[in-house]
């Protein structure tokens, strides 16, 4: 940096701060999804049937029943909210969102963000209104509407583009969220394609799907999640790798499994989204949605992605260190009867005695000398804070 550039940088940190420093050094997006996004999406449970009434009935929910307490934040639209384009190329809702202006307002009258979804390809992948041909316009759209969060699905634009176009193809929408003057979170969607932890961030993304879909089911939901392992260095503050949206509450996991999917995105630093009817839940599933500790262990501020340290057949530990110095463990069964399952405290960097919290329960178990053991039920988990 040349003497002057440095005294001017000095300046702006001292009045504006390193944040807004580096909002206004490299964007506005820069200084966004310090810690993994959290809110609600449309897709996993309204999929295609999604209306401005259940976005609504979605923020009133998060507003009211803790969840904005315990960090949800954006209530995004999924697919299926296109309209077609007025003579001049803008983009309209189609009649189940009769006034996104109206709906964004709403949303942020509640203290929360709200996000939109579009394609890369002439269509989306339930085939609406894509944004081939019109992202700067749509993002200006996007923009003039309110909204503070994009996904961005490839879907059709196989159809348009090589997939060596692909960074080429998501940069372009990033720079034109850039020129739309709003702080909008940018959400890649390719599935994990051509290895996207590898470029995600450098193309502006928050964000970016490491995988296929989720459903609501164990055996996919676990396969997603357990092969997060060795991406972890992909993963920041500002730049998160995506194992898709929550399941939890959707009825086809049992107890267990939907603490061990919680568990697993926790510890992965992955980005939780809620995907279930908000407005319709059980108090069991508000409760795994909204366990402060847990919720803690995603949204840490030293941003790292949990691994894999032990494996025994269908036993697994995983481990997350945490900004105060301790280490969130995961101990997991997916096997299909109760086992105990053990972390060794050496394998956590951890030497000697270490008090062991159990995070789901709120409670401490105890001080252990060198290693920890918990009986762990079928398809589910013990997760526990050492220190
Ligand atoms: C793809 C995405 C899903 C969802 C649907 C909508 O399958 O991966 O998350 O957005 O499209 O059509």
Not at 308 to 328: C, M, N, T, V, Y
Not at 330 to 356: M, Q, Y
Request: charged share 20%; hydrophobic share 35%; with cysteine.
């Amino acid at each position: 940096m040349k003497p002057r550039t440095r005294w001017v940088v000095r300046i702006l940190l001292s009045v504006a701060g390193p944040a807004c420093l580096a909002g206004a050094l490299f964007g506005q997006q820069a200084s966004l999804a310090q810690t993994p996004p959290m809110g609600w999406n449309s897709w996993n449970h309204f999929g295609c049937k999604v209306t401005a009434a259940d976005v609504r009935a979605a923020a009133d929910a998060i507003a009211s029943n803790g969840m904005k307490a315990a960090g949800y934040t954006y209530v995004n639209i999924d697919d299926c909210w296109q309209g077609q384009r007025d003579p001049d190329g803008t983009i309209l809702p189609n009649e189940k969102f009769p006034d996104m202006k109206a709906l964004a307002d709403y949303v942020h009258s509640k203290g929360l963000k709200i996000g939109i979804y579009t394609s890369p390809g002439p269509q989306t992948c339930a085939r609406y209104e894509g944004s081939y041909g019109h992202e700067e316009q749509d993002a200006q759209q996007y923009a003039a509407w309110g909204f503070d969060y994009l996904k961005y699905d490839w879907c059709s634009a196989r159809r348009v583009y090589k997939s060596s176009e692909m960074q080429e193809v998501y940069r372009k929408m990033h720079d034109a969220l850039q020129r739309a003057g709003r702080p909008i979170v940018f959400s890649l969607c390719q599935y994990g394609y051509d290895r996207v932890w590898r470029w995600g961030a450098s193309v502006g993304g928050q964000l970016w799907r490491t995988t296929e879909d989720i459903t609501d089911n164990y055996d996919r939901m676990s396969v997603i999640g357990f092969d997060q392992n060795g991406l972890e260095k992909f993963a920041g503050p500002g730049h998160w790798n995506d194992p898709d949206m929550l399941e939890v509450g959707n009825g086809k996991m049992n107890h267990d499994e939907y603490l061990t999917h919680m568990s697993l995105w926790c510890l992965l630093a992955a980005p939780l989204l809620a995907g279930n009817d908000l407005s319709k839940m059980t108090p069991e599933t508000l409760a795994i949605l909204t366990n402060p500790e847990v919720i803690a262990v995603d949204q840490d501020a030293k941003g790292i992605q949990g691994r894999r340290i032990a494996q025994e057949g269908p036993l697994e530990g995983w481990a997350k260190p945490l900004a105060d110095g301790s280490i969130a463990v995961g101990l997991f069964n997916r096997g299909e009867s109760e086992n105990p399952v053990t972390v060794n405290f050496e394998d956590i960097g951890i030497k000697g005695p270490a008090g062991v919290r159990d995070l789901w329960a709120h409670k401490d178990v105890g001080v252990f000398q060198d290693h920890f053991t918990a009986q762990v039920p079928r398809h589910g988990v013990a997760l526990v804070k050492v220190k």
